[in-house]
T-cell receptor, first 116, second 116 residues
Framework: AQSVTQLGSHVSVSEGALVLLRCNYS??????LFWYVQYPNQGLQLLLK??????LVKGINGFEAEFKKSETSFHLTKPSAHMSDAAEYFC??????????????FGKGTHLIIQP | GAGVSQSPRYKVAKRGQDVALRCDPI?????LFWYQQALGQGPEFLTY????????KSGLPSDRFFAERPEGSVSTLKIQRTQQEDSAVYLC??????????????FGPGTRLTVL
């Protein structure tokens, strides 16, 4: 069974500061990993994904994440926070051997607050 | 092109009523997923379709939940005899190919169900 742990239900940073959102996973096989963002009353939008290619993945809006197998982590970072980054962020995993039934397993989410 | 659409966006039901939630995936997408997102939680997988075939319904919480996709495009999630614990946002997602888990799932805005 897979699981995802996101440390910190709320993270607050100042505008212009580094954003770091933590994600650790548990999986019996090397998983595919995703970060999604959710703005109020909207669906989830993919920020970036890791699918066993480069371990450092660059996504939209200046976000990136690094897959570290030894630490079973996939932390999300952005060098300089912008007010528009305020949202809910979800880390998710899927099993590459799922054979088509590839439902994602999500963490509980981290609410990112940007202080002016 | 158009994204995933869901209707209604909001639904209020009295306990014991039946409800039907509709999902229109992106045209041509083979895979369709339903998730349930309780307040303050990450989405949880309910069921998965590949074309019209329901390949995984392991996440459906009870036999009151039923999903169908008869022509391989539009899908309906039906909840019979709704209970207060069914109150949540129901998310639909679609993706373009049928296997591997690596492809981006495109999410709709969700239907917020409130059971009184």
């Amino acid at each position: 069974a897979q699981s995802v742990t996101q440390l910190g239900s709320h993270v607050s940073v100042s505008e212009g500061a580094l954003v770091l959102l933590r994600c650790n996973y548990s999986s019996s096989v090397p998983p595919y990993l995703f970060w999604y963002v959710q703005y109020p009353n909207q669906g989830l939008q993919l920020l970036l994904k890791y699918t066993s290619a480069a371990t450092l993945v660059k996504g939209i809006n200046g976000f990136e994440a690094e897959f570290k197998k030894s630490e079973t982590s996939f932390h999300l970072t952005k060098p300089s926070a912008h007010m528009s980054d305020a949202a809910e962020y979800f880390c998710a995993v899927s099993d590459p051997s799922g054979g088509g039934a590839d439902g994602l397993t999500f963490g509980k989410g981290t609410h990112l607050i940007i202080q002016p | 092109g158009a994204g995933v659409s869901q209707s209604p966006r909001y639904k209020v039901a009295k306990r014991g009523q039946d409800v039907a939630l509709r999902c229109d995936p992106i045209s041509g997408h083979v895979s369709l997923f339903w998730y349930q997102q309780a307040l303050g939680q990450g989405p949880e997988f309910l069921t998965y379709f590949q074309n019209e075939a329901q390949l995984d319904k392991s996440g459906l919480p009870s036999d009151r939940f039923f999903a169908e996709r008869p022509e391989g495009s539009v899908s309906t999630l039906k909840i019979q005899r709704t209970q207060q614990e069914d109150s949540a946002v129901y998310l639909c997602a679609s993706s373009s190919i049928s296997s591997g888990g690596r492809n981006e799932q495109f999410f709709g805005p969700g239907t917020r169900l409130t059971v009184l």
